[in-house]
């Protein structure tokens, strides 16, 4: 089998893997199986899926970094318009099952509760990246502005953590991991970034 089909398989395999949370969630939810409180349920589980694939997003590139494996960096756009896509859900059950299109009881929420405050802002700032995530956006704005631009994946990550943690009253486990997760991946960029910077005086006087 020819490599760009095996890639292109494995992308679409991958795909379809990052949505069954979203439709087992919408199955539990429509036969009774989230329990006493399935609005809250389904927000949790949506919301943690967004975490989880925003994370595997900012892992394509330490994977490459640390590994060489160039295939990460295929499927980073793919993994972070899915969780775009699941924030967009998550935020969707809060506006219209959780509140009921109540805005002046969102717009509250939004502004005495920090965790809502924190998540709002993360999921506002997903939105630009999203849009700009196309070639032809590459190309309009030009790479070294649109790169900087989705650099703020690590801030949305960064919110997206802080969210959760706030979120969770008891028990911090999952939380803690996603933080840990998150601390790892920066750690590696920063790590790179810095050789990177050690190596380039060498590279320019060669």
Not at 147 to 168: A, E, M, Q, S
Not at 176 to 191: D, I, P, Q
Request: glycine residues 8%.
């Amino acid at each position: 089998m020819a490599r760009p089909l095996k890639e292109k398989l494995a992308k679409l395999a991958v795909g379809v893997a990052a949505f069954i949370p979203a439709a087992r969630t919408a199955w539990l939810g429509f036969h009774d199986g989230l329990g006493p409180n399935p609005i809250a349920e389904g927000l949790n589980r949506l919301g943690l899926w967004t975490l989880i694939l925003l994370l595997a997003t900012l892992a394509c590139t330490p994977i490459k970094v640390v590994t060489g494996w160039k295939f990460p960096l295929r499927l980073r756009r793919m993994l972070g318009l899915t969780a775009f896509a699941y924030a967009c859900l998550h935020f969707a059950t809060y506006l219209v099952l959780d509140q009921g299109f109540d805005w002046a009881e969102i717009w509250k929420d939004i502004a005495k509760r920090k965790f809502i405050t924190v998540g709002f802002l993360a999921f506002v700032l997903l939105i630009p990246l999203a849009v700009t995530s196309t070639n032809g956006m590459v190309r309009r704005l030009g790479f070294p502005r649109w790169k900087r631009l989705h650099r703020l994946v690590y801030l949305i990550g960064t919110l997206g953590v802080i969210h959760f943690v706030w979120r969770v009253k008891s028990d911090l486990r999952q939380p803690l991991v996603c933080a840990f997760v998150l601390a790892v991946l920066l750690l590696v960029r920063v790590v790179d970034a810095a050789r990177a910077g050690r190596g380039q005086p060498a590279r320019q006087r060669a």
